[in-house]
């Protein structure tokens, strides 16, 4: 490096010769010499340009900062603060470069290296991982620029900058420019790429929306957006709008890149935009294993809908669909019948798989579903689904207002199978008891298959093991005590009948089929559980066990338990016990009757919860259909808004309304077992599923 000393000995030599040939008003001192500031200046600029081109960058940047602590009010300070950059920039220092050309461009912003002080710190901010960065800079300096080739730099510096930053509205604006400016095909088709990626992908609806009323929609660019708004307008559900767009888009590209997609777009949107609205699809399984189900629930629905025999009156189709009981099939089938038969409206799907698939299916054509499934959480698939269902939370939500709200009860003890309906029914339970502040004191379960159940209710009583409990332990010891052998191994074996079971709950729930309850109902009774509220029963029990605190258990249950057989196999052991129900087929209602005596003549069988559900649901949408509550629905956003409406239909399940998801409330019957009949139970007002 060249000495100091040296350098401004030459340095006032220079500005010395400079001094005595122009003068200036503004003056520098220099080493105890006074010199012209802008003379001075220009010398010392000159000093650092000569290292600069003898190869000295150090030199030279050293020179140029010592310039620059001299003369920063001078006519040269810009070109020494870019001559600092780009040589700083060289030498890869690329914070140094950037504080110049920051400085550069936020003290002389009048300078002619303004813009392209701010193109270069923009560029270092990209290089360095701050694309936000660069946008400010990147943004100030397009509008001056007079070279073309930089001009499309920036644009796509700035679009692809946006789009890294998540900007995608942006980004799209100055892709559109690069678009604009680009002089080759293959820059073109490298930016319509980006664009394609970036409205198909990234951009919101409002987004897409401003775009189509300001970007050329007849532009290969403005295609894009016209498609995309297309698209989301269908996702939407706004089929009228989605329609009207498809048909700007056929009319503007008749040769354009989603020619084939549109059309296909605009057939289904014909399809689906006809509707019949006399026409309401079913859809049952009627064929495989489920086969017998969908038959008798068609016939309901037949019923109901007044569509039987030479009995019509008019208004109203029902187009059939069998779903197999197979997934796929039964989205296939609604979509055949929304689109090829145009249905206002489809009823059925009894499963729980096939609901969830027609569901999603009727949800995504904007027809309504009408389902009888007991599936949770169906309607909140999406606003087009309603359901009749009984669903094992309705159950639940039944039982606890008859327990703990008209009989004041708070601790439940729960026994359940391990499948999926006395798990579902046993968690909806606990949930409602949580709710209500209760107490689930005791939950066991067992193998769906079992038929000993002796183990299980020994655990929930407390009587397994048994030498948790005191009574015994204390019998056991006095036994041990006796001398005579025999004597001692009776009183041992006594221990065990001495010891009450430990009731500390109000109910018992038994999530289960009259099958297995038939089952259960005894072993309880066998294990000194206290299953009836009989006084007289009551007294005899604590005569003959000698257990006087052990307090009465209430038996509750669901519709698995509505069956006969269950008294068949359990006898006086149900007595007064509980269960909720979704109908009563031995209702003394007229129209109920009418119902049952006409079904039970066509299937020999009485009719089910899900048969009365299918007989509801058809009398409801006949009603509908033919006017007879409200004007008719001319399509299905009507028929959508005719079945959310729907309050206090009267059907043979009781009064029907649909709440704001979609669900049914309606009243379940609480059934009780009396004198080894099953009856309804007397209660003033039943309690709501």
Known sequence: MVNRHMALTTL?????????????????????????????????????????????TDIALEKLDS???????????DDALMAIGMLAREQGQLTRARDAFARLAMDYPSSEHAVDARLAMARIDVAEGRPRDAVAPLRAVYDKLDDDETRREVASMLAETLDRSGDGEQALEWYLRAY??????????????????????QLSFRAVRTLSETVDTSSPAGELVLFKLARIYCHLRDFRQCNETVERYLDQHPRGRFLAQAGEMQGRLRARLTVDPTVVGVLLPLSGKYQVYGERALYAIQLGAEL???KNPGGVKLVVRDSKGETEVAAKMVQELALQEHAVVVIGAILQNTAAAAALKAEELAVPLLSFSRREE????????????????????????????????????????????????MNAFWDQVDQRKGYVVGAEAYDHDETTFTKHIKKLVGKYPLHTRGSYATCMAEARAIEKAYTRRKALENCKNKVAPAVDFDALLIPDDHAAVGLIAPTLAFEDVLITRDPEAIRDYRTTTGFKDVKPVQLIGANGWNDPVLIERAGKNVEGSLFVDGFNPR???????????????????????????????????????RGKVKPKPKNRADMRRLLAEVK?????????????????????????????TIEVAELEEKPKG
């Not at 220079?14 to 003379?39: F, N």
């Not at 604009?180 to 992908?201: G, M, P, Q």
């Not at 119902?595 to 009398?619: C, H, M, N, R, W």
């Open 12 to 56: 006032s030599a220079v500005l010395l010769s400079a001094a005595l040939l122009t003068g200036c008003p503004k003056r520098i001192t220099i080493d105890g010499v006074t010199y012209d500031y802008e003379e001075a200046a220009q010398a010392a600029y000159a000093d650092a340009e000569a290292a600069r081109q003898s190869g000295e």
């Open 67 to 77: 310039f620059l602590g001299r003369f920063d009010e001078s006519k040269l300070a």
């Open 180 to 201: 604009d400016e680009a002089r080759t095909d293959a820059e073109r088709k490298e930016i319509y790429e980006r664009i394609f990626a970036l409205v198909d992908s």
């Open 308 to 310: 039987i025999g030479d």
């Open 378 to 425: 169906l309607t909140e698939l999406g606003g087009y689904v309603f359901r009749y269902g009984l669903t094992n939370s309705k159950q639940a939500k039944a039982l606890v207002d008859l327990t703990m709200g008209k009989m004041g009860m708070s601790r439940f003890a729960i026994l359940y199978p391990r499948h999926p309906y006395g798990i579902e029914l």
């Open 587 to 625: 209702s003394k209602e007229p129209h109920v009757h009418k119902f049952v005596a006409a079904f039970a003549e066509a299937q020999k069988s009485l009719p089910t919860v899900i048969d009365a559900q299918a007989y509801d649901g058809g009398a409801l949408v006949a009603t509908l259909l």
């Open 648 to 676: 206090e239909f009267p059907g043979v399940t009781g009064l029907t309304s649909f709440d704001d998801s979609g669900d049914s409330v309606t009243p379940l019957v609480v059934f009780t077992i009396d004198n080894e």
